[in-house]
């Protein structure tokens, strides 16, 4: 395990608009360098331990909806502080017992250096009880969104693609996603920034629609 930050200071914490910190591992997949990914969307998610109910559920979610990641240009990652061995042994029992082939890596990080190098737990943490983060990272390898949950609750695989989608839809557009924006949806206008603008625009100046694009 290879991360590119000093082990001797403490990390800062990782916010939105952060560089992912780059790293090397062994995955599932093999060896792995986090910059190669650079040109693609990213889906980094990590979890507390293989063999875990809440996990597996996830992991198992996560690979039916594996190709509409791959669709939108999204590589999907998972980590956990377990060894590459127990990540094997862990994949051939979700296949074996539930049919499900995981397609994307899982990275080792028995060290806990990825985690604490993300963020996912602080530098006095002895375990990896409490990393269930997840982050997406933008092709130039910039954080556009982290999600933090308790080990006790699932995350939602279609909102993790919805997300994935508004962000997308917000670079492309140079618009904004309300609340539970769905693809095709309509988009809102990014705030008006004269008195001018707000004159012209009349009452509902404060949330505008976007204009759609002319086919």
Known sequence: MNVSSSAESPLPLLRIGDRAPDFSARTTHGEFIMSALRGHWVLLFAHPADFTPVCTSEFIALARS??????RDCALLGISADSLPAHLAWVEA???QFGIQIPFPIIEDPSLAVARA???LDCAAQDSATVRSVFVIDPTGTIRAILNYPATVGRSVPELLRLLCALQEVDRAGALTPESWQPGQR????????QAAVEKAGAKWFFQPMVRERS
């Open 66 to 71: 594996a190709d509409e990641f791959q669709k």
């Open 94 to 96: 979700i296949k074996t």
């Open 118 to 120: 993300y963020g996912m």
């Open 187 to 194: 988009t809102v206008a990014p705030p008006l920034q004269t």
